[in-house]
């Protein structure tokens, strides 16, 4: 649907044809815009632009259904359907009000608003989203007597309000739960990494499923199913069975389904060996648990063993792990662990490459080895550096330097 103003200010709505291109926006973490835009341009999406945490682009309703089920660095798939202008409060209330809601919505769903406000007008992008709440709420009743609720966990419909300045854009979220979670998590360990950015950490890193992958600190074995999902061309939503677009009135079954058949034939073999290992047998347990619910439990194995002991297979291989950041561990003994990593690294030798993600400057520092890239990310809130170390012979010490 899209709602365009019309020259009296009042907002008018006409309905796509089928098939029919329309702008979206596909939000993701800071440093994976251009990985997502490459997806999406492999899907055939069309006018494709990174922007900030976020990819915008053109595509049909097909697209739009690919790129939730397929696309492994985004976190939410948006779809603008009006824009207006408001200068104050009741503007906003009076242009949201004016939008035939009874179309998008029923009566007895719930429904939720999140809000980003970069204006002078709208300092509180929270009292935004209510005004927009109440003047909804207040067109279901004076039509129907009754009104749909507000759910802030679980709405069937869930909405964006963006505000720049006076110019206001409404969204349907279209993946509904941000699309993190993939539907495969049946365990977690105590730190369990995003499934997102352990997605586009395998993406960054340049490996294309053509060598071994080791993940040292494995946990809750996250890294390693979206490295095998990745290797196998697995679908990244294929565990997942729910999306918000499956409650929109326009909702095709049919042209849903087709494209996860389409999907899904592409899905292959992998002939390198994913290895895990972690020092702790309890969040192992919780590895095991999801790599048996995605049935990966034959492409993956498990070893429970400390970094220090754990050899990595032979031959070539990506190494990618996050090790602890020290929210719970002494500082000491953090830069033992960093030291050792080091160590490690330095003697698993030639033809493997190593990367690690970490929030903690301090203790990367007793790692020892100079990365040969250094790439800013986030985990949640915690500012991070993905770093690489190209690994070479033992034999050939002199290629480490110490960069302490
Ligand atoms: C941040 S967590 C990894 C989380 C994981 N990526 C996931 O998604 O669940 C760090 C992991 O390192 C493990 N660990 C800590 N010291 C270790 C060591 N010396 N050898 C092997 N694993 C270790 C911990 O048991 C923990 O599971």
Redesign the pocket.
């Known amino acids: 649907m899209i709602i365009v103003k019309s020259n009296k200010g009042i907002l008018k709505e006409s309905k796509p044809a089928q098939g029919k291109s329309f702008k979206m926006i596909a939000k993701t973490m800071f440093g994976f815009e251009e990985i997502l835009a490459d997806e999406l341009r492999a899907l055939g999406a069309e006018d494709v632009q990174p922007i900030n945490r976020a990819v915008s682009f053109t595509g049909t309703m097909d697209t739009l259904y690919k790129a939730n089920y397929c696309c492994r660095t985004a976190l939410s798939i948006l779809k603008p359907f009006a824009e207006f202008e408001a200068n104050n409060e009741n503007e906003l209330y009076d242009n949201v009000y004016a939008i035939k809601w009874e179309q998008i919505l029923d009566v007895d769903c719930t429904f939720f608003f999140e809000s980003a406000a970069n204006s002078k007008i709208f300092t509180n992008s929270y009292y935004a989203a209510l005004k927009t709440k109440d003047a909804i709420v207040d067109r279901f009743k004076r039509m129907f007597g009754k009104r749909p609720t507000v759910d802030t966990e679980n709405a069937d419909y869930k909405f964006n309000i963006h505000i720049y300045d006076n110019k206001v854009t409404l969204l349907m979220n279209s993946s509904g739960e941000s699309l993190h979670k993939r539907g495969y998590r049946q365990g ?6 995003n499934e997102v950015l ?1 997605a586009g950490l395998i993406q960054l890193s340049g490996w294309k499923a053509d060598s071994n992958f080791f ?9 390693l199913i979206e490295a095998a999902m990745y290797a196998n061309n697995i679908p990244a939503q294929y565990y997942r069975k729910k999306f918000g677009f499956m409650k929109w009135k326009e909702f095709n079954v049919s042209e849903w389904k087709s494209v996860r058949e389409r999907a899904d034939r592409g899905i292959r073999d992998f002939e390198y060996e994913i290895w895990g ?4 047998l309890k ?1 192992l347990e ?2 095991e648990k999801n790599l048996r619910f995605t049935k990966l439990h034959h492409d993956i194995m498990l070893f429970n ?4 002991n ?1 050899e990595a297979p032979e031959g070539n291989c990506m190494i990618i ?5 020290g929210e719970r561990i002494a500082i000491e003994d953090l830069n033992k ?1 960093y030291s ?1 990593i080091g160590d490690r690294f330095k003697s698993f030798g030639e033809g493997k490459t190593a990367w690690l993600i970490t929030s903690d400057f301090r203790a990367m520092k007793n790692i020892g080895l100079r990365p040969s890239r250094k790439i800013q990310l986030y985990n949640g809130a915690l500012e991070c550096r993905f770093l690489k170390f190209e690994l070479y012979d033992g034999s050939k010490k002199a290629k480490y330097q110490n960069n302490q």
Request: with cysteine; glycine share 8%; aromatic share 6%.
């Open positions: 977690v360990g105590i730190a369990p990494i352990a993940d040292p600190m494995c946990g809750s074995g996250t890294i290992s972690d020092i702790d969040v919780q590895a063993e400390s970094f220090e754990q792990t996050n090790p602890p950041y662990l050792t």
